[in-house]
Every structure is written in C-alpha cells, then in structure tokens.
C-alpha cells in the first residue's frame, strides 16, 4: 500500500497564494492516479483536482477551475496543489488521496469512493 502525507497548509489571507505538497511512500507512485479534495466543517468531503498517472491528464472542479493547478513529480514521488486567489470559502481540510490504476489510464476519479488510500490531511484557513 501507499502512505502519504500532507504538507503546507496554514492561515493565510485572502487573494494570496498557498502550495500543499503530497509525500507519497510505500509503493511505485506512478501506480496510481492522484486526487485533491477538501472537506469543510459540516460539510462532506468534496472533489477538487485529480492526476493521471503521468500527470499529463489533469481535471478540476468548477470550484478550482482556473485557480488551482494540480502537478505531481512521479521522481520526487510527490503531489501538488498550487492554489491562487485564494478565498474564504476555500477554507477546509485538504486531504490527499491515492487511486490505484494499473492500467496507466487517463480515466477521470471524481468521488471519494474511487481512491483507495488517503493522507491524514492539512488545514487551510483563509481569512477575509
């Protein structure tokens, strides 16, 4: 299995930028597909951007469309997000999550049932 961890969350302000980071280990990273998403109190754990295996393939949210930028670096076996503009509304836990895909594919996985392994999540606050 893979483990991962988050990293890069804080308390920023709004309209400024923050970068989280996913440390994956474990296993072969480009075996998976990866994905952001956030969960805010008392509401569930939503969609924001997912990755192939490659990181050529890349998908958002409307929430995170034009604002967000997913990457990952298959040698440094790390995920990315880079978030800019930031808004109060994009304040939540942001979590990491793993889908294994063997098949190297460019598939879209954008519910939280479609992952199979998750990070224990970072917090990022935005004040207004």
């Known amino acids: 299995q893979v483990q991962l961890v988050e990293s890069g969350g804080g308390l920023v302000q709004a309209g400024v930028a923050l970068r989280l980071s996913c440390a994956a280990s474990?296993?072969?990273?480009?075996?998976?597909?990866m994905g952001w998403f956030r969960q805010a109190p008392g509401k569930e754990r939503e969609f924001v951007a997912g990755?192939?295996?490659?990181?050529?393939?890349?998908y958002y949210a409307e929430s995170a469309e034009g604002r967000f930028t997913i990457s990952r670096d298959n040698a440094k076996n790390t995920l990315y997000l880079q978030m800019n503009s930031l808004k109060p509304e994009d304040t939540a836990v942001y979590y990491c999550?793993?889908?294994?895909?063997?098949?190297?594919?460019?598939?879209?996985?954008?519910?939280?049932?479609?992952?199979?392994?998750w990070g224990q999540g970072t917090q990022v606050t935005v004040s207004s």
């Open positions: 474990g296993r072969t990273f480009r075996w998976y597909a």
């Open positions: 999550a793993a889908k294994t895909d063997l098949q190297y594919s460019s598939r879209e996985f954008r519910g939280p049932n479609d992952y199979n392994y």
């Open positions: 990755i192939n295996w490659s990181g050529v393939s890349t």
